[in-house]
Nanobody
Framework: QVQLTESGGGSVQPGGSLRLSCKSTGYKFGSACMGWFRQVQGKDREGVAS???????DYADFVQGRFTISKGDEGHTLSLQMNSLNPEDTAMYYCAAETGFLEEWELLRVDMFREWGQGTRVTVSS
């Protein structure tokens, strides 16, 4: 059974940094697409950053160079380094994986990913 487990969320002041981690068990997502998504209560889940099957990263426009996604340990782990956080980044962050091929324009689409973690909460406030 595939399981994705996120960690690293927490509370931070504006301008601060957090590093989110996602660990997969039951499946090694070596060449799969993996991504980070976030959801604010009452709003739709949205893509933040993803890595395609070739290891190429894609980011949402709002990231603006502040976040870095990386995959490690032959697909068992996924990280998201988040710098210069602002209150608008406050959300539940989810790790997701998809073993099927995704086109570049699909990498940040919630409906293209079939495996999901339970989420880790990020709060940015002063």
């Amino acid at each position: 059974q595939v399981q994705l487990t996120e960690s690293g969320g927490g509370s931070v002041q504006p301008g601060g940094s957090l590093r989110l981690s996602c660990k997969s068990t039951g499946y090694k997502f070596g060449s799969a697409c993996m991504g980070w998504f976030r959801q604010v209560q009452g709003k739709d889940r949205e893509g933040v950053a993803s890595i395609d099957h070739n290891g190429k990263a894609d980011y949402a426009d709002f990231v603006q160079g502040r976040f870095t996604i990386s995959k490690g340990d032959e697909g068992h782990t996924l990280s998201l380094q988040m710098n210069s956080l602002n209150p608008e980044d406050t959300a539940m962050y989810y790790c997701a994986a998809e073993t099927g091929f995704l086109e570049e324009w699909e990498l940040l689409r919630v409906d293209m990913f079939r495996e999901w973690g339970q989420g880790t909460r990020v709060t940015v406030s002063s």
